[in-house]
C-alpha cells in the first residue's frame, strides 16, 4: 500500500524542479542515481564545481525516504560519539563527528544561498526523556558532547515543560544547533539548484542496468544510456532493480500524521520556540509544528501492514497524552516512509566499482548526513582523493536476517502501540 499522495509535505510543497524521463545518449562526468538528499547534494556540488553530472531518479525527486521525512535538521548521528568513536577508532570517529556537527549548518546555507522554500527553522531540537532511565541517557549524552565541543544544553523538567509546553516529559537534551524543514520542499530545491547550476535532472527514469568496460561505466534505463567516468548510487531504503548492488540494510517504518492547522490560542500552547522533538523511548514518538501551526506527531510503524489501525489509534491518544487540549483535533495526513538502518547505527559507503561510490543507512538521519555525505562523494570522485570521503569505504557491507529484524521491529513497535498510552 502507497500512502505518498497523503503526506503533508507533498500537498504544501513550494519547491519545484523541471524534469524529465531520459531518452537517447547522453555523457557526463558523475552520474548520480537516486534523488533524495545524497544524490542531489552530490549533483548540486558537481554541477557547481563545473562537471557535467546527470541524476537519475526512479521516480519523483524525493519520493523516497527523503520526502516523508520528520524534517529535524539534526547534528550528528543517533549514536553518542563514544560509540561512534568505538566503531569508527579515534581519527576516522573525530572526523565524521565533526563534519556532521556542522550538517545543520551546511543545510541551512544551502536554503539561504539557493533560496529554498522549505519553511527552515533554525530554533534548535529538543530529545526529550519520556523516563527516568531515559533522562540519565541524556545525562551521558551531554557529558559526551559538551566534552566534543558541542554547544547542548541539559533542561531540567520544569524546562522541558516551559519549552514542550507539555508535563510529560523527565527533562530533555536542547541542540541550539539544529531545526526544522519541510523535506521534501528542501531536497526539491537542491534538485533545483542542482540544475540551474547546471546539472541535468531525469525522473521516472530507473536504472536497468550498469556495467563497466574500459575505465567507462554505462548506466541503461528504458529509454536511453549515459556514459559516464564516476558513479554514485545514493537509493538508500528505495532501491529499485541494479541487484547486484542492493544495499544491505534492516529496513525499518515510520509514520507520521498530522492536525490541520491549529488556532492562535493552542498554537501559543505548543513548543512556543518552535523546536522539532523527539523523545528516548525505544520506540520513539517526534513531535513539531510547521509552519502554518499543524502538529504533526509520528512514531515507528508501517501503515501499510495490517498493524495500521493500531498505529493510527495510538497515535491519537499519544497527542492527548502530551497535549490534553489536543484530544479533540482530528487528524488530516497520514503517510509512512521506509529507513534504512545498519547494524552500528553507521553509514556505510561501498565500492560497487571503480570510480563508482554507493552510500546507504543513514538510520533515519538523513537530512544532515546525506547533504554532507553526498557532496563529500562528489568531491572525492571529481578529485579521485578517497581521504575526502566522510568514512572510509568498504568492498562489501553485509546484514543478515533483515527479514526477520525487520518483523521484530514492527511487531514491537505495534505491540507497544496497542498497550501504551491508554486511559
Same mark, same amino acid.
Given at each position: 500500500?502507497?500512502?505518498?499522495?497523503?503526506?503533508?509535505? *507533498?500537498?504544501?510543497?513550494?519547491?519545484?524542479?523541471?524534469?524529465?524521463?531520459?531518452? @537517447?545518449?547522453?555523457?557526463?562526468?558523475?552520474?548520480?542515481?537516486?534523488?533524495g538528499y545524497t544524490g542531489c547534494s552530490?549533483?548540486?556540488?558537481?554541477?557547481?564545481?563545473?562537471?557535467?553530472?546527470?541524476?537519475?531518479?526512479?521516480?519523483?525527486? @524525493?519520493?523516497?525516504?527523503?520526502?516523508?521525512?520528520?524534517?529535524?535538521?539534526?547534528?550528528?548521528?543517533?549514536?553518542?560519539?563514544?560509540?561512534?568513536?568505538?566503531?569508527?577508532?579515534?581519527?576516522?570517529?573525530?572526523?565524521?563527528?565533526?563534519?556532521?556537527?556542522?550538517?545543520?549548518?551546511?543545510?541551512?546555507?544551502?536554503?539561504?544561498?539557493?533560496?529554498?522554500?522549505?519553511?527552515?527553522?533554525?530554533?534548535?531540537?529538543?530529545?526529550?526523556?519520556?523516563?527516568?532511565?531515559?533522562?540519565?541517557?541524556?545525562?551521558?549524552?551531554?557529558?559526551?558532547?559538551?566534552?566534543?565541543?558541542?554547544?547542548?544544553?541539559?533542561?531540567?523538567?520544569?524546562?522541558?515543560?516551559?519549552?514542550?509546553?507539555?508535563?510529560?516529559?523527565?527533562?530533555? *537534551?536542547?541542540?541550539?544547533?539544529?531545526?526544522?524543514?519541510?523535506?521534501?520542499?528542501?531536497?526539491?530545491?537542491?534538485?533545483?539548484?542542482?540544475?540551474?547550476?547546471?546539472?541535468?535532472?531525469?525522473?521516472?527514469?530507473?536504472?536497468?542496468?550498469?556495467?563497466?568496460?574500459?575505465?567507462?561505466?554505462?548506466?541503461?534505463?528504458?529509454?536511453?544510456?549515459?556514459?559516464?567516468?564516476?558513479?554514485?548510487?545514493?537509493?538508500?531504503?528505495?532501491?529499485q532493480s541494479l541487484k547486484a548492488s542492493?544495499?544491505?540494510?534492516?529496513?525499518?517504518?515510520?509514520?507520521?500524521?498530522?492536525?490541520?492547522?491549529?488556532?492562535?490560542?493552542?498554537?501559543?500552547?505548543?513548543?512556543?520556540?518552535?523546536?522539532?522533538?523527539?523523545?528516548?523511548?525505544?520506540?520513539?514518538?517526534?513531535?513539531?509544528?510547521?509552519?502554518?501551526?499543524?502538529?504533526?506527531?509520528? @512514531?515507528?510503524?508501517?501503515?501499510?501492514?495490517?498493524g495500521r489501525a493500531v498505529h493510527s489509534?495510538?497515535?491519537?491518544?499519544?497527542?492527548?497524552?502530551?497535549?490534553?487540549?489536543?484530544?479533540?483535533?482530528?487528524?488530516?495526513?497520514?503517510?509512512?516512509?521506509?529507513?534504512?538502518?545498519?547494524?552500528?547505527?553507521?553509514?556505510?559507503?561501498?565500492?560497487?566499482?571503480?570510480?563508482?561510490?554507493?552510500?546507504?543507512?543513514?538510520?533515519?538521519?538523513?537530512?544532515?548526513?546525506?547533504?554532507?555525505?553526498?557532496?563529500?562523494?562528489?568531491?572525492?570522485?571529481?578529485?579521485?582523493?578517497?581521504?575526502?570521503?566522510?568514512?572510509?569505504?568498504?568492498?562489501?557491507?553485509?546484514?543478515?536476517?533483515?527479514?526477520?529484524?525487520?518483523?521484530?521491529?514492527?511487531?514491537?513497535?505495534?505491540?507497544?502501540?496497542?498497550?501504551?498510552?491508554?486511559?
Amino acid at each position: 500500500m502507497s500512502d505518498h499522495d497523503q503526506s503533508l509535505w *507533498l500537498k504544501t510543497c513550494r519547491e519545484h524542479v523541471d524534469s524529465a524521463p531520459l531518452t @537517447g545518449k547522453l555523457t557526463v562526468d558523475l552520474a548520480v542515481i537516486g534523488g533524495g538528499y545524497t544524490g542531489c547534494s552530490a549533483a548540486l556540488t558537481a554541477a557547481r564545481a563545473g562537471a557535467t553530472v546527470c541524476l537519475l531518479e526512479a521516480q519523483e525527486i @524525493g519520493h523516497g525516504g527523503s520526502g516523508r521525512n520528520v524534517g529535524l535538521a539534526n547534528a550528528g548521528l543517533w549514536l553518542p560519539p563514544a560509540d561512534i568513536r568505538a566503531h569508527l577508532g579515534g581519527e576516522a570517529g573525530d572526523r565524521l563527528i565533526d563534519l556532521l556537527a556542522a550538517a545543520p549548518a551546511d543545510v541551512f546555507d544551502l536554503i539561504d544561498r539557493h533560496g529554498i522554500d522549505c519553511e527552515p527553522v533554525r530554533s534548535g531540537t529538543l530529545h526529550c526523556a519520556h523516563s527516568t532511565s531515559g533522562l540519565k541517557d541524556l545525562q551521558a549524552r551531554h557529558t559526551q558532547l559538551a566534552a566534543s565541543g558541542a554547544p547542548v544544553e541539559l533542561l531540567s523538567a520544569d524546562q522541558a515543560i516551559q519549552r514542550t509546553g507539555s508535563a510529560a516529559f523527565h527533562g530533555a *537534551l536542547f541542540d541550539p544547533r539544529a531545526g526544522t524543514i519541510q523535506p521534501l520542499a528542501y531536497v526539491r530545491g537542491l534538485a533545483r539548484a542542482a540544475a540551474e547550476a547546471g546539472a541535468q535532472v531525469f525522473t521516472q527514469s530507473p536504472v536497468e542496468s550498469m556495467q563497466q568496460y574500459d575505465g567507462v561505466w554505462f548506466l541503461n534505463t528504458a529509454q536511453g544510456t549515459v556514459r559516464t567516468k564516476s558513479v554514485i548510487q545514493a537509493t538508500n531504503a528505495y532501491h529499485q532493480s541494479l541487484k547486484a548492488s542492493t544495499p544491505a540494510y534492516v529496513p525499518v517504518y515510520y509514520f507520521q500524521y498530522s492536525t490541520a492547522p491549529l488556532s492562535d490560542n493552542l498554537r501559543a500552547s505548543l513548543l512556543p520556540g518552535g523546536e522539532g522533538c523527539w523523545d528516548t523511548g525505544l520506540i520513539m514518538t517526534s513531535f513539531r509544528m510547521d509552519q502554518e501551526g499543524r502538529f504533526i506527531i509520528g @512514531g515507528m510503524g508501517d501503515l501499510g501492514q495490517a498493524g495500521r489501525a493500531v498505529h493510527s489509534g495510538w497515535v491519537r491518544r499519544k497527542m492527548a497524552e502530551l497535549y490534553p487540549q489536543l484530544a479533540d483535533q482530528p487528524l488530516v495526513e497520514g503517510w509512512h516512509g521506509r529507513i534504512a538502518m545498519t547494524s552500528d547505527h553507521i553509514p556505510k559507503i561501498t565500492r560497487i566499482g571503480p570510480n563508482a561510490l554507493s552510500v546507504h543507512g543513514f538510520s533515519g538521519r538523513g537530512i544532515g548526513p546525506g547533504t554532507v555525505f553526498g557532496r563529500l562523494m562528489a568531491e572525492s570522485l571529481l578529485n579521485n582523493d578517497p581521504s575526502q570521503l566522510p568514512v572510509p569505504s568498504v568492498s562489501e557491507y553485509r546484514e543478515s536476517w533483515t527479514g526477520l529484524r525487520r518483523a521484530y521491529f514492527e511487531t514491537g513497535a505495534a505491540l507497544t502501540h496497542l498497550i501504551k498510552a491508554r486511559f
